[in-house]
């Protein structure tokens, strides 16, 4: 079985400042690793992903995740952050070699970003 | 391609009373999943269904049910309603074969259920 754990439950943070959303996970098997994000009143957007390959993911809005295996961690990172990027985000995991249609989600991180 | 589209986004039910919430994926992809989020239990898995088959199940109650057509829309129905069952309902599809990128999961808007 997997488990996500995300250290914050908010993260505050002033506008331009650098930020890190924490996540850590728990398996007994191989994992895919994402990051979703949820803007008021709408469903998750992915954001990013770690399926193979390079340790270390970019998104298209400046966002970058870096899978540490051996911290079991995909920590998410932004050097500078806008207002518009005040949202919830959601850490997950999926199973290699399972149906993976079954994600197991982190509780969540808003992050808040003030002017 | 259009997205995950989830009907109603909006439901006001009662106690004991039943509800059938609907997801059409998007093209092509076969395998439908179901999502409860609350605040205080977050995001949590309810089952997948690819070909018409229920392929994985969370750990929730036989109250909820969930079925797929051939055309792979989903419905998934919770009966005698209890105010605990108030949550977004979120449904997401992916194309439910092999590994790795084929099977990212795109998420619909949600479905919104209060339940008085």
């Known amino acids: 079985a997997q488990s996500v754990t995300q250290l914050d439950s908010q993260v505050p943070v002033f506008e331009e400042a650098p930020v890190e959303l924490r996540c850590n996970y728990s398996?007994?098997?191989?994992?895919?690793l994402f990051w979703y994000v949820q803007y008021p009143n709408q469903g998750l957007q992915l954001l990013l992903k770690y399926l193979s390959g390079s340790t270390l993911v970019e998104s298209i809005n400046g966002f970058e995740a870096e899978f540490n295996k051996s911290q079991t961690s995909f920590h998410l990172r932004k050097p500078s952050v806008h207002i518009s990027d005040t949202a919830e985000y959601f850490c997950a995991v999926s199973a290699l070699g399972g149906s993976q249609g079954n994600l197991i989600f982190g509780k969540g991180t808003k992050l808040s970003v003030k002017p | 391609k259009a997205g995950v589209t989830q009907t109603p986004r909006y439901l006001i039910k009662t106690r004991g009373q039943q509800v059938t919430l609907s997801c059409s994926p998007i093209?092509?992809?076969?395998?439908v999943s179901w999502y409860q989020q609350t605040p205080g239990q977050g995001l949590q898995f309810l089952f997948e269904y690819f070909s018409e088959t229920q392929r994985n199940k969370g750990n929730f109650p036989g109250r909820f049910s969930g079925r797929q057509f051939s055309n792979s829309r989903s419905e998934m129905n919770v009966s005698t309603l209890e105010l605990g069952d108030s949550a977004l309902y979120l449904c997401?599809?992916?194309?439910?074969?092999?590994?790795?990128?084929?099977?990212?999961?795109?998420f619909g808007a949600g479905t919104r259920l209060s339940v008085l």
């Open positions: 398996s007994s098997v191989s994992v895919y």
């Open positions: 093209s092509g992809h076969r395998s």
């Open positions: 997401a599809s992916s194309s439910g074969r092999g590994q790795g990128a084929r099977n990212i999961q795109y």
